[in-house]
């Protein structure tokens, strides 16, 4: 059974830090593109990072220069360090799988993911 467990989400001031985990299980995760993913209430949902299966990152202009996603393919985890954090980063984050298509990001809109995890709460307070 295919399993995305998100950790790591809580409540930061802003200008704070968080690292979210996302611990991967029931497939051959390193053959996988993933993705973090983000929605506040009455909002769409959002991607904010992305990763490849050769390790290559891509992010929206929104958090560029202060979100970094990376991965161990050894611990099958997905991380996403959040630096200078905002009150406009308060949502809910997920961590999801896709397959992996040239040209293309697991967060691109035309990218239906395979997995998604239930979700890490992120609140930043000003």
């Known amino acids: 059974q295919v399993q995305l467990v998100e950790s790591g989400g809580g409540s930061v001031q802003a200008g704070g830090s968080l690292r979210l985990s996302c611990a991967a299980s029931?497939?051959?995760?390193?053959?996988?593109?993933m993705a973090w993913f983000r929605q506040a209430p009455g909002k769409e949902r959002e991607g904010v990072a992305a990763?490849?299966?050769?390790?290559?990152?891509n992010y929206p202009d929104s958090v560029k220069g202060r979100f970094t996603i990376s991965k161990d393919n050894v611990k099958n985890t997905l991380y996403l360090q959040m630096n200078s954090l905002k009150p406009e980063d308060t949502a809910m984050y997920y961590c999801?799988?896709?397959?992996?298509?040239?040209?293309?990001?697991?967060?691109?809109?035309?990218?239906?993911?395979?997995?998604w995890g239930q979700g890490t709460q992120v609140t930043v307070s000003s």
């Open positions: 029931g497939y051959t995760y390193s053959s996988y593109c």
């Open positions: 990763i490849d299966s050769n390790g290559n990152t």
């Open positions: 999801a799988a896709c397959d992996c298509y040239s040209g293309s990001w697991c967060y691109d809109r035309f990218v239906e993911p395979n997995y």
